[in-house]
């Protein structure tokens, strides 16, 4: 069972996510209703998240914002940064898990193609702790159709997801392209390997592909991707990724 297992147990009540991790932090949110395309830039690198002011369409999950945005700690764990010139958004890894995503609406053979940059530091370890999580709905049997007021932004909740799947970075380069379980999470190795830490790379990925490897019973066809983001374990070790033009497209 993953570290997640705790965090996903709570958000799968009824619908998956009916508030039961959220920050503490006014509930009075602007009205925000999340846009469909063919081409949806989920992160360009510029954006800025402080303590009760995240950008919209946006939610965090699984910590408090005090925690997370204490200004007291040493570490920042999410945070604007520059490395080689290139501007992203650098997620370190705490004492506690926590999932940062941007709500997404759109049909997942609309958008198949997810691409990004991102510069991994060195890690101890099999896994790398922060990855990328996608979050989709409606191919499960059990899932009631989606009205377009869920897709409203709720900066307190994840948007409704029934499967999950996280692609990381691991210790070696040649689990590139594998598909593992990790409890109620599937995770594919995008990349790997020391030799290639602490410098940027462009990666794509045709989440299409890896999600009927994942789930072959299920009808693509159906499926929504719900949000994009990025998950930081809390296994032992410390490790961060800045990423950067994180992008779904077709």
């Known amino acids: 069972m993953t570290r997640l297992s705790s965090l996903i147990v709570c958000l799968a009540l009824p619908f998956f996510l009916q508030g039961c991790l959220t920050q503490s932090q006014s509930s009075a949110q602007p009205t925000y209703k999340i846009g469909t395309g063919s081409r949806i830039d989920v992160l360009d690198g510029r954006e800025q998240f402080h303590k009760n002011r995240i950008p919209r369409g946006w939610t965090l999950s699984g910590i408090d914002m005090d925690d997370i945005f204490d200004p007291h700690k040493k570490v920042r764990h999410i945070m604007q940064t520059r490395k080689d010139g290139q501007q992203g958004l650098h997620i370190q890894n705490m004492e506690r898990e926590f999932i940062l995503a941007r709500y997404t609406n759109t049909r997942l053979l609309v ?17 790398h702790p922060v990855r990328l999580l996608i ?15 869920q897709f409203i932004w709720d900066s307190e909740k994840l948007p409704p997801f029934d499967r999950l799947l996280a692609i990381g970075f691991d210790d070696l380069a040649l689990k590139r392209a594998n598909l593992y ?10 990349r790997g390997g020391i ?41 032992p070790g410390i490790g961060g990724i800045t990423f950067s033009k994180v992008q779904l497209s077709r």
């Open 111 to 127: 958008t198949p193609y997810l691409s990004w940059y991102w510069n991994v530091s060195e890690h101890t370890g099999q896994r």
């Open 135 to 149: 979050g989709f709905y409606g191919a499960d049997a059990q899932s009631t159709p989606l009205s377009q007021n």
């Open 181 to 190: 379980t990790m409890g109620n999470i599937k995770y594919y190795v995008q």
């Open 195 to 235: 030799e290639q830490t602490n410098q940027w790379y462009f990666e794509a990925a045709d989440l299409s592909l890896i999600y009927q490897r994942a789930w072959p019973d299920d009808a693509s066809a159906n499926v929504f991707v719900t949000f994009v983001g990025f998950w930081a374990d809390n296994a």
